[in-house]
């Protein structure tokens, strides 16, 4: 069993900033890669930002230079800093993890949060 727990998520003026967490535990020997995805009502969930196991990142154009994604693989946690927020970035905003099993070390899983809601106001 694996289990990630999101926190972080509100309501924030445009303009403001969040910080969201994510921490995973459970049977996990080793995680691979930690990311942010976002979904709004009738959307796909799209990918906000993924930072690999060596620390390199990659975000959505939409993001860039606004959210910073950072982890602390002794802790298996993974967070977002989001600044100037826009009202655009409203969504539930998921965490997701692709790790190795304690028990199969021979291919990657994956695992998803519950996600944490976030409400930027104009």
């Known amino acids: 069993q694996v289990q990630l727990v999101e926190s972080g998520g509100g309501l924030v003026q445009a303009g403001g900033s969040l910080r969201l967490s994510c921490a995973a535990s459970?049977?996990?020997?080793?995680?691979?890669?930690m990311a942010w995805y976002r979904q709004t009502p009738g959307k796909q969930r799209d990918l906000v930002a993924i930072?690999?196991?060596?620390?390199?990142?990659n975000y959505a154009d939409s993001v860039k230079g606004r959210f910073t994604i950072s982890r602390d693989n002794a802790k298996n946690m993974v967070y977002l800093q989001m600044n100037s927020l826009k009202p655009d970035d409203t969504a539930a905003y998921y965490c997701?993890?692709?790790?190795?099993?304690?028990?199969?070390?021979?291919?990657?899983?994956?695992?998803w949060g519950q996600g944490t809601q976030v409400t930027v106001s104009s």
């Open positions: 459970g049977s996990i020997s080793r995680i691979n890669a």
């Open positions: 997701t993890v692709t790790y190795y099993r304690t028990t199969d070390s021979s291919r990657l899983y994956d695992y």
């Open positions: 930072i690999t196991s060596g620390g390199s990142t």
